[in-house]
């Protein structure tokens, strides 16, 4: 139990070093707050993507053998982001991190079920779905206290040391034997990676390429019109091709990638979208919130770390706790109330936030978003656990967690797209109203405006023609074109958990103690 959940929580810190160290990673690399975005989703992709065909490729493999293979490659990546010295380099080692992860996920569940049986077992996956809540906490604040007091690359070069630590341990474990028998569906890897690749892709370049008309930056335009949004609907189209093909495979006999099943009934494609929708809506909120300290307020990486300890507090107490429930509610009526509960937190944190950390409203945002989040994505797999065939389980880990990432993914660029699209907005509003400084616009590149501090814009200024005076007023229209972004991006993720209101009212319905710690 423990080396498994030491492999969890390396996925964990992964990914929370990079959302926590979002400036000092750009600015040491000399690269805007997007490059480091890009890294998040492209992550997130890669375990969207490929997480199924992972568990296709544990089972051919052996669990023990890919459980140690993953972690190797893992280890290789943390060392490729402790020695990055370009945004490349961080971009090739967050995908060789997120192909490890989707191979390690799966695999996870396997050993944990060759380990233990009965009740034993249900207990030691509820425990292993509670470690990535409780390791947030401290990933959180070891990363930021690192970035803060020497350095971001150090968290990645004691992560090398973890993984060689998780390797050496795992020599023991028993795992499944391999099955070189076991079909991996080629055209199902295609079609599954491809379409979570092109919707990332599409909507993560949505500012840059034009959200409907072709920007300068967009590769082609047919007929002036934006490739982004195209781009978009072929993915959406792909997992559509998706999961026609798995009916069909199913229907001749051969294995597909994943069930069918899962997205056959209304209430399981219900709980998949719902569990997408808290995964983007999460996703958002934790990329905003750290450039928001960071950036904005120009606090500290331990700062951000302390200031989201009541959003990941209440994520965990929640995920621990909503199972327990003894009070006569439904499972759809706490689904329900679990949005009401994160549209409330996202849209106070959006009406209260300010150039300063006082308001305690924004601690009670955090909390309330924490409590909804929480509870929801534990409550939902159990759900879906529920609702299809208990020898499907090991298709219910991987579906879920697909849906999760692509979730974080989508939810990540589309905080970036958010942010940068209304940034740009209000900066040329600003300019256009103010004549003094109206004469910038020819030496600065307002097609791609990013998402800075005050410091960095101020050094950016002072290679132009700007007076002091001019710097003082572009300093301030950025101060408050920054704020006024944020605003409406958390007030657009508000909107968002209002509208996963509907697919929710289609999850099953079945009382909480109904569930108890049934699921896979």
Same mark, same amino acid.
């Given at each position: 139990m423990i080396v498994v959940s030491l492999a969890q929580l390396l996925l964990v810190f992964n990914v929370t070093t990079l959302k926590v160290s979002v400036d000092p990673i750009a600015d040491e690399l000399g690269a805007g707050s997007d490059s480091v975005k890009t890294a998040i989703v492209l992550y997130s992709l890669a375990v969207a993507g490929l997480v199924m065909l992972g568990a296709r490729v544990g089972q051919r493999l052996g669990a023990r053998r890919a459980f140690r293979a993953a972690v190797v490659i893992l280890g290789a990546a943390m060392a490729l982001m402790a020695v990055s010295r370009s945004p490349v380099h961080v971009l090739a080692s967050q995908i060789l991190a997120g192909a490890a992860s989707a191979a390690l996920i799966p695999t996870l569940v396997v050993m944990i079920a060759e380990h233990y049986r009965g009740p034993q077992q249900t207990e030691a996956l509820g425990w292993l779905g509670a470690t990535q809540a409780i390791g947030i906490v401290p990933a959180f604040l070891i990363a930021g206290y690192l970035a803060t007091a020497i350095e971001w690359r150090l968290t990645y070069g004691l992560l090398v040391l973890f993984a060689a630590g998780v390797y050496v341990s795992s020599g023991k474990l028993r795992g499944a034997e391999n099955r070189p028998g076991i079909d991996i569906d080629a055209v199902g890897v295609v079609l599954a990676a491809g379409g979570v690749l092109l919707i990332g892709v599409g909507i993560d370049k949505l500012w840059d390429w034009g959200p409907w008309r072709a920007r300068p930056a967009a590769p082609l335009g047919l007929l002036g019109l934006s490739p982004a949004p195209f781009v978009l609907g072929a993915g959406i189209a792909l997992l559509y091709a998706f999961a026609l093909w798995s009916e069909r495979c199913r229907a001749s006999g051969r294995m597909p990638l994943i069930a069918p099943e899962l997205v056959r009934g209304a209430r399981e494609r219900s709980a998949l979208v719902s569990i997408f929708a808290i995964g983007a809506i999460s996703a958002g909120l934790t990329f905003l919130m750290p450039l928001y300290i960071e950036v904005v307020q120009g606090r500290t990486s331990l700062y951000t770390a302390l200031a989201l300890a009541p959003l990941t507090f209440a994520s965990f107490s929640a995920a621990v706790f909503v199972m327990r429930l003894t009070a006569r509610l439904s499972s759809r009526r706490i689904a329900q109330y679990a949005l009401l509960l994160?549209?409330? *937190? &996202?849209?106070?944190?959006?009406? @209260?936030?300010?150039?300063?950390? /006082?308001?305690?409203?924004? +601690?009670?945002?955090?909390?309330?978003?924490?409590?909804? %989040? $929480? *509870?929801?994505?534990?409550?939902?797999?159990?759900?879906?656990?529920? !609702? &299809?065939?208990?020898?499907?389980? /090991?298709?219910? $880990?991987?579906?879920?967690? /697909?849906?999760?990432?692509? $979730?974080? $993914?989508?939810? !990540?660029?589309?905080?970036?797209?958010?942010?940068?699209? =209304?940034? /740009?907005?209000? +900066?040329?509003?600003?300019?256009?109203?103010?004549?003094?400084?109206?004469?910038?616009?020819?030496?600065?590149?307002?097609?791609? +405006?990013? =998402? +800075?501090?005050?410091?960095?814009?101020? %050094?950016?200024?002072?290679? @132009?023609?700007? !007076?002091?005076?001019?710097?003082? %007023?572009? &300093?301030?229209?950025?101060? %408050?074109?920054?704020l006024a972004a944020l605003k409406i991006s958390f007030l657009f993720f508000a909107c968002m958990a209002l509208l996963a209101l509907i697919p929710a009212r289609a999850v099953s319905d079945v009382h909480v103690r109904d569930i108890g710690t049934s699921g896979p």
């Open positions: 994160v549209a409330a *937190g &996202v849209a106070l944190l959006g009406v @209260t936030v300010r150039n300063d950390w /006082s308001d305690a409203l924004v +601690v009670l945002g955090l909390i309330l978003t924490g409590l909804g %989040e $929480g *509870g929801l994505a534990t409550l939902l797999f159990k759900l879906l656990s529920r !609702t &299809v065939p208990r020898h499907l389980a /090991s298709d219910v $880990g991987c579906a879920c967690c /697909s849906t999760s990432s692509l $979730g974080a $993914g989508v939810g !990540t660029a589309l905080a970036a797209t958010l942010l940068i699209g =209304f940034l /740009s907005l209000n +900066v040329q509003s600003h300019l256009t109203a103010r004549p003094s400084i109206a004469d910038l616009k020819a030496q600065i590149d307002l097609d791609r +405006v990013s =998402f +800075v501090s005050n410091d960095r814009l101020r %050094e950016a200024l002072a290679r @132009t023609g700007a !007076t002091p005076e001019q710097v003082d %007023e572009a &300093v301030y229209v950025n101060t %408050e074109a920054r």
